[in-house]
T-cell receptor, first 118, second 110 residues
Framework: GAVVSQHPSRVICKSGTSVKIECRSL??????MFWYRQFPKKSLMLMAT???????TYEQGVEKDKFLINHASLTLSTLTVTSAHPEDSSFYIC????WGGGNTGELFFGEGSRLTVL | GENVEQHPSTLSVQEGDSAVIKCTYS??????FPWYKQELGKRPQLIID?????GEKKDQRIAVTLNKTAKHFSLHITETQPEDSAVYFC?????????FGAGTRLTVKP
């Protein structure tokens, strides 16, 4: 199947700093990528839909100025957590849709990034 | 928007028994229903999916059924093994909009 790589897998930062997480589709082009936040023992909460060459679409309740998303190329989307605080500590996962025909593509996930804000 | 509900939240079975996880969705236009398995600390992995033009799909010990009229779909795992222990998520999707269920933590006891 298609491969999505996410980096870094773990990051620890001080409160007030910004952290960038990268999501790459390695063997296919992804016009659309998705960013999720996952709390312990909870489901995947969609944060935003990242569209190549245009602004991301954020879900209700997600602060766009807090979670900056850039999708500058067909293989790379980045999530920057700005001025991180301890409550931003979480597991962040990206995914990309690979189209194999039909109106809905299959979703492939990155490895996830565990952010710990001290 | 789409709303996906998943039950049960936890499921414990004896090795060799079957496990069934059920999901309902709200948007009748949704046309793609994947199931993901997520082991602790790892990424979700697609294990099986079904599209709205099919009622049932099977892949070895795993099967998925879809009832479009009732807007529900189910995952069936037969002859469960300890390595089936994980969290399973259902999802419903239309075009680029995919929504996930809350997850089911399956434990298979040896």
């Amino acid at each position: 199947g298609a491969v999505v790589s996410q980096h870094p897998s773990r990051v620890i930062c001080k409160s007030g700093t910004s952290v960038k997480i990268e999501c790459r589709s390695l063997d296919f082009q992804a016009t659309t990528m998705f960013w999720y936040r996952q709390f312990p023992k909870k489901s995947l909460m969609l944060m935003a839909t990242s569209n190549e060459g245009s602004k991301a679409t954020y879900e209700q309740g997600v602060e766009k100025d807090k979670f900056l998303i850039n999708h500058a190329s067909l293989t790379l989307s980045t999530l920057t957590v700005t001025s991180a605080h301890p409550e931003d500590s979480s597991f962040y996962i990206c995914s990309a849709m690979a189209w194999g025909g039909g109106n809905t593509g299959e979703l492939f996930f990155g490895e996830g990034s565990r952010l710990t804000v001290l | 928007g789409e709303n996906v509900e998943q039950h049960p939240s936890t499921l414990s079975v004896q090795e060799g028994d079957s496990a069934v996880i059920k999901c309902t969705y709200s948007d009748s236009a949704s046309n793609y229903f994947p199931w993901y398995k997520q082991e602790l600390g790892k990424r979700p992995q697609l294990i099986i999916d079904i599209r709205s033009n099919v009622g049932e799909k099977k892949d070895q010990r795993i099967a998925v059924t879809l009832n479009k009229t009732a807007k529900h779909f189910s995952l069936h795992i037969t002859e469960t093994q300890p390595e089936d222990s994980a969290v399973y998520f259902c999802a419903a999707s239309l075009n680029n909009d995919m929504r996930f269920g809350a997850g089911t933590r399956l434990t298979v006891k040896p």
